[in-house]
């Protein structure tokens, strides 16, 4: 074994010493023998225990845990400590820039288990008021991760869109075309890209390379009718060529999946493709022209040649924005500062203000007398900022039962409520399912928030069986969230069109903890038009007086179920 790999033990144990707050001077000396043996001009392996106990910064304690190692692979006392601890956590200690006192005031105060939880948290600004934090320090530690994540080569779409959109307009700037596009992945605006795929109807030359390097790419490679790059972040990035009558089949041909291209190709029988445009490929195979987000070989052929697939949502089609979160619990701004936002530069005509439930201690979560204040809050702001409205909402936990965490005497006060998990992830799916069950049948739920909890690129939801849980909110007339926020987009795509199928209304919701977060809704409109959903699918596309009888009649429907 090299002194490397048991100086990289030593140190995950003195961490984890010090994360479950044993001695500091053993924690000390933990550390002190990693970076002994670290240093050593010798190997450690293949020495005697009492040759090991005479290496200096070793001592007797250490010098055996070293020769337990060597001969087990394994340390008995660390061995302890990791079961302890969530192997999330463990992860975690590697985070530069956040030693193990910082990870203990996540992992116990905060409830952080993971990464994923970490990243999520910092978009939440959670970390702000935590101790040992602060705003520096949140923006640091966000900052690594997603390096981290960039170093995978996998991106969020949110993640590269500012440098995908000025890249092409660089190159058509230097290329002086107009027949140029995206294509792949990021045309059809999957939620995650692996690389970046543009299309320019003009030949090829060595002059066009040399001239797109000129945008800060670094050249990989090149060949008869494509250019191979990266930028320094590592996004990759291919460029192809094609002669201009040929760019709509190429348009086309490097838009759909492979599925999608096969089946209209299927429907076009040996038909040349050389069309002016996409629309006409799409009106050879008789076929409704589908939306290049829509082109994912799975359900869309089928209504296209029924010419039944809706007109798509827009950002547009939106007139309010339903959960969202302020300075009452864990927001940077006012309920005053989100609510003109929306106003005045959104030109929406509603806010849903849905802060956290008492539940989530570390998000600032409002207690039953805080829900009171924020309402009486609210109640002057409607008559200041009218016509504009602030719906009163909450976040509310569904706890492991699958409750509410308030009363019927508070959830009553609400025009709506969002139910969400936020704590206890880890479930079976039969268990998951009935928790999120349970809580759709709760009268007072409107609205069922992120259903599966996934945080992508960094935590895979807990697994619940989608069909049942919608088949419940059906049942139930309960809406459920696409949360627009890049990390989620839960309600994922695949399931919209059962939903719509079944009766179920969507609700695009940012779940923005700041006003800049509101413009998340454009990610949601993404994964609903990708979805196949139409404005008439949509919850807060409804105009405020027809949102406000939509909670109307539920409150009262709910006051006579109840009564």
């Known amino acids: 074994m090299e002194n490397k790999t048991i100086a990289r033990t030593l140190r995950l144990l003195s961490q984890l010493m010090e994360l479950h707050n044993e001695n500091p001077f053993k924690i000390k000396s933990m550390a002190n023998a990693a970076f002994k043996v670290d240093k050593l001009p010798f190997p450690v392996s293949g020495k005697s225990l009492k040759e090991m106990e005479e290496i200096e910064g070793l001592g007797k304690s250490t010098a055996s845990k070293v020769y337990e190692l060597i001969h087990t692979n394994e340390i008995k006392d660390m061995e302890n400590l990791l079961r302890q601890t969530p192997i999330g956590v463990v992860d975690m200690l590697q985070i530069k820039g956040i030693g193990p006192k910082k990870i203990a005031v996540l992992w116990k105060d905060l409830g952080i288990e993971n990464t994923g939880e970490l990243y999520y948290a910092c978009n939440e600004n959670r970390l702000i008021e935590a101790k040992g934090f602060g705003l520096k320090t949140q923006e640091e530690i966000k900052k690594v991760i997603e390096f981290k994540m960039a170093s995978s080569g996998r991106f969020l ?31 059809r605006k999957c939620e995650i890209i692996d690389n970046l795929d543009i299309l320019c109807g003009l030949e090829f030359s060595e002059e066009k390379a040399i001239a797109i390097a000129n945008t800060g790419l670094k050249i990989i490679s090149t060949a008869n009718t494509s250019i191979e790059a990266e930028n320094e972040e590592g996004i990759r990035v291919l460029i192809n060529f094609c002669l201009p009558e040929d760019f709509a089949e190429q348009l086309f041909r490097k838009t759909g999946s492979t599925e999608h291209v096969e089946e209209v190709e299927k429907l076009l029988s040996g038909q040349l493709l050389t069309s002016k445009t996409e629309h006409d490929i799409y009106n050879k195979a008789s076929l409704q022209f589908i939306e290049p987000e829509m082109r994912e070989g799975g ?70 007398i805080r829900v009171a204040a924020q309402h009486r809050e609210i109640d002057v702001l409607n008559k200041k900022l009218a016509p504009f409205r602030i719906f009163k909402g909450i976040e509310s936990d569904i706890l492991y039962d699958g409750s509410l965490d308030y009363s019927d005497d508070i959830l009553k006060t609400f025009d709506f409520v969002v139910a969400s998990v936020h704590s206890i992830l880890k479930m079976p799916e039969e268990k998951a399912t009935q928790r999120l069950i349970t809580a759709i049948e709760n009268p007072y739920t409107t609205i069922l928030g992120h259903p599966t909890g996934r945080m992508l690129l960094t935590r895979s939801g807990y697994p619940i069986d989608h069909k049942k849980v919608i088949d419940a909110c059906a049942a139930n007339k309960v809406v459920i969230e696409i949360n627009s926020n890049p990390l989620r987009l839960d309600l994922d795509w695949r399931w919209h069109q059962y939903a719509v199928s079944k009766g179920v209304m969507l609700s695009i919701n940012p779940d923005a903890h700041r006003k800049e977060g509101l413009l998340d809704m454009k990610y949601g409109i993404f994964t609903a038009r990708k979805g196949g959903v139409s404005a008439s699918n949509c919850l807060n596309s409804m105009n405020l007086f027809e949102i406000s009888d939509y909670f109307e009649k539920l409150r009262f429907k709910t006051q006579i179920n109840k009564g």
């Open 157 to 187: 779409y949110a993640g590269i869109e500012n440098f995908a959109e000025k890249l092409i307009e660089d190159i058509q700037n230097i290329l002086k075309t107009d027949l140029i596009s995206f294509t792949g992945p990021y045309r």
């Open 299 to 368: 359900n869309e052929i089928q209504p296209a040649k029924n010419h039944q697939i809706p007109v798509l949502i827009k950002e547009s089609d939106l007139k309010g924005s339903l959960h969202n979160h302020s300075t009452w619990s864990d927001g940077v701004h006012s309920l005053e500062e989100m609510s003109m936002f929306c106003r005045d530069h959104l030109g929406l005509e509603y806010l849903g203000i849905c802060d956290h439930s008492k539940s989530a201690f570390y998000a600032k979560g409002l207690n039953e």
